[in-house]
């Protein structure tokens, strides 16, 4: 019988988690670690979670670094006490089969994940197949993306184990030279200071925010609905709620509320697809966006049709205190079944928002602006808010879209209501 050797893998925090970025491992290769010990970090969904050590034993291998990218179930490291044999170790890497998670909605194939991480796998333990003098170490999916995006490989530097290129790496390399200045707007014209700019890795939290963003615009065939709400009872509906409760209630408290009584009236958009089937769900659990100094943050608050508006008062107040502070959980965050952004408190008038996957439809609220309208025939000034609701059209028509919208006018137009 052969000695124990326990495999490190990517795990799955959530339904919605498909891949997670390393942060740090608290274990050093060739360190014991007792079973349930820190073992490293894992960065996802824009929060850090601690992952343990599922076995007792020593760390004999790191297969994947601080930056790497790597779906759930991947194998990220190998546990097996120290009278284990390297060669058993290696075996037992190039033999590993990690689970299938796609984020594409339509996936070409449940295969196909397994066989790029397969790929990655081969590349790392088979060590380097070209000389110093050859072109550098590189992951076939690199490969694949610097051929398609039209990238030298050879003007990269690795960030993987040994140096090896990443995905990540030719994507960063891509992005950064499509952004480089020209030879000629870098010539500072005598007598001015040098216009010279800094350079920054994405942080981890950028980059999944980034590929996410991009992933929704190339997967989803967004439309956009766009509403004008006269809101002229809102401040004074949350001034009252405020008052009477002795929490602060803002006009975002009333949106959620809002948005929460309309979604149970429309199930299809209170929705999520994923793959083929459309899941939808009897409850309104409602993220709300944060801009938060890591980057854009989606808490849940949680079943927002079952409570009231003080309730959602203070449940967004608190998901936002946490969200800024660094102290949400992944629980927190997972789980949304349709998203608010409110960028009303900057001044803007619109603007459009990005379906947050495998949620079909996220609303984007501007600000309550005094603006000249017609009432019973003569001009008048009101407070006029204007709401745009982009949904993803393989599951949302766009009648279900203008129904849901004409029912949340309805609600913030007459805001005792809610």
Known sequence: MSAPIQAVTMPKWGIEMTEGTINAWSVAEGEAVEKGAALLEVETEKIVNTVDSPASGVLRRILAGPGDLKPVGALLGVLAPMEVGDGEIERFIAGFEGATVSFEPQAESAAAPAAAAAEERAAASSGPTTSPDEEPRISPIARRLAESLGVDIAGIKGTGRDGRITREDVAAYAASASAQPSAASAQTPAGLPANTPTRARLSATRATIARRLLESTQTIPHYRLSLDVTCDALPERAAEASRDSGRRVTLNDLLVRACALALVRHPGINAWLQGDEVLQFPHADIAIAVAAPSGLITPVVRGADTKSLVEIAGAAADLTERARSGALTREDLAGGTF???????????????????????????????????????????????????????????????????ADLRELIEAPQRL
């Open 339 to 405: 998203t608010v952004s409110n960028l009303g408190m900057y001044g803007l008038t619109r603007f459009d928002a990005i379906v947050n996957p495998p949620q079909v439809a996220i609303l984007a609220a501007g600000a309550a602006q005094d603006r000249v309208i017609a009432r019973d025939g003569a001009p008048v000034v009101a407070k006029v808010m204007t709401l745009t609701l982009s949904a993803d059209h393989r599951v949302v028509d766009g009648a279900a879209g203008a129904a849901f919208l």
